[in-house]
């Protein structure tokens, strides 16, 4: 009470108050799905139909083999990092305003971060308590993103 009566007769200074700083606007979890997906059906499954019919010749082969479907993940990972890299955005984020950014500037991430980004996803993913924690965290950021030094925004 003594601190609103101080501030009505103006006993208190203006600058004792917080400024506001401007929040990031993190990127919603369901926004980050819908770009993820948006990315598997536009990047994965025609470079998945490429190597399984152009390159392996049949379903039975590309089933069989450890290599070819490995070489479909480098694949997938190779064209996100340069999505990321070069613009900050893969066709998914791009559908949705999201970027991905450098929790430090703010900017897209360097390749170095884009590349270390993605290793970390495959574990994160695999070990699928990297993604959940994200449900759990005011700014929706994953282990992948708190260990690269990177989040997704929404403009």
């Known amino acids: ?3 609103w009566r101080d501030i ?3 006993k208190t200074h203006q600058n004792s108050q917080k400024e506001s700083t401007p929040s990031i606007p993190y990127a ?4 980050k799905i819908k770009a993820f997906l948006t990315d ?3 990047i994965m499954m025609p470079t998945a139909y ?11 082969s590309m089933q069989g083999s450890l290599v070819a479907r490995s070489s479909l993940g480098v694949i997938f990972g190779i064209i996100m990092i340069a999505f990321w890299c070069i613009k900050g955005q893969s066709p ?3 559908a949705y305003d999201l970027y991905l950014v450098d929790a430090k500037t703010l900017k897209k991430p360097s390749c170095l971060k884009a590349i270390l980004r993605y290793i970390l996803f495959i574990i994160s993913a695999t070990f699928i308590i990297g993604e959940i924690m994200a449900f759990f965290r005011k700014d929706k950021r994953t282990l992948h993103d708190l260990l690269s030094g990177t989040f997704v925004i929404q403009k």
């Open 1 to 3: 009470m003594g601190r």
């Open 8 to 10: 009505k007769q103006g």
């Open 28 to 31: 919603s979890i369901p926004a």
């Open 40 to 42: 598997m059906f536009m």
């Open 50 to 60: 490429i190597v399984t019919y152009l390159i392996m010749g049949s379903k039975e």
């Open 92 to 94: 998914g984020y791009k």
